[in-house]
Structure formats: structure tokens, C-alpha cells
């Protein structure tokens, strides 16, 4: 994920920073997301996609609150925050190599249909990890 989490004068309140994070395990939980044992990863294609939507869908635990974009101050962090309901099936609607899976993201009366890649988590989210590890392999691997 491209944010970060951090605490300024009010720890209270979460806060974003744009601050990549990459930890020794990511390449094994990659792997083992796209149904590989160990090797390379794989570049991004349709069948790469297809078995990530499939990791994904079975790990997230849906819905969960995400921002888009990134808030900046408080007043965006309930402005900007939504609802992600589901992931859309690459090889029914939405999602290639060059925008990657997409979610249906609920925000007040409207839905919008995002790139995953796109939606901003507190690392302190269930599904932080998840997200993470798929934004970090589609912009490494695409």
C-alpha cells in the first residue's frame, strides 16, 4: 500500500504518509497468494489477476472501511472514508494488467467502482496485509 499510518500531536487520531513498506516475508505471501510454491513472482497478466481476485476474496474479510483518496486532515478522513462491499471478478467486469482487480467502494447514496490499488487502509486494519501485499506485486510485477 502506498500509506502508512503515523501519529502526530494528537495520537488519538490516525494520520497517512506516503511510506512504502516491504518486509522479508511479502515474497513467500505473494507466492503463496498467486498458488506458487517458491521461484520468481510472476508478472501481472489476466490469469495472475484472476488467481489474486480468487486469494483476495477468500482473505478479506468484507465489507471494511477504506479512504479514497488519502485524507489530509479530519475533517477528508470521514469525508473521504467508505465501505468496499465486494471485489469485482476480473473475468466478469472490471479489472486488466493495467489497472489491476477492482472493488465496488460505497460511499453515502453512491457506489463507485475503484481499483484496489487505488483505496487507502490504517496499517492497524484486519486487511491492511492483504491489501498491501497485492498493491506492492502489481506495481512491482506489472
Known amino acids: 500500500m502506498l500509506l502508512s499510518l ?17 518486509d522479508q516475508a511479502q515474497p513467500q505471501r505473494i507466492l503463496a497468494a498467486l498458488g506458487r ?20 476474496e477468500a482473505n478479506l474479510s468484507l465489507p471494511f472501511a477504506a479512504h479514497f483518496p488519502v485524507p489530509s486532515n479530519f475533517r477528508e478522513e470521514i469525508e473521504f472514508r467508505g465501505t468496499v462491499r465486494e471485489l469485482l471478478d476480473p473475468q466478469k467486469y472490471l479489472g486488466d ?11 453515502g447514496r453512491y457506489e463507485l467502482n475503484l481499483p484496489l490499488i487505488d483505496l487507502y ?12 501485499d497485492y498493491w506492492y506485486w502489481f506495481w512491482n510485477w506489472h
Open 97 to 107: 494488467e493495467f489497472d489491476g482487480i477492482f472493488c465496488k467502494l460505497c460511499k
Open 6 to 22: 503515523y501519529t502526530e500531536a494528537n495520537p488519538g487520531r490516525p494520520k497517512f504518509s506516503h511510506t512504502p513498506h516491504h
Open 37 to 56: 510454491k517458491g521461484g520468481q513472482i510472476p508478472t501481472v497478466d489476466d490469469q495472475t489477476l484472476s488467481r489474486y481476485h480468487r486469494y483476495l
Open 121 to 132: 487502509l490504517p496499517e492497524d486494519d484486519p486487511n491492511y496485509q492483504w491489501i498491501e
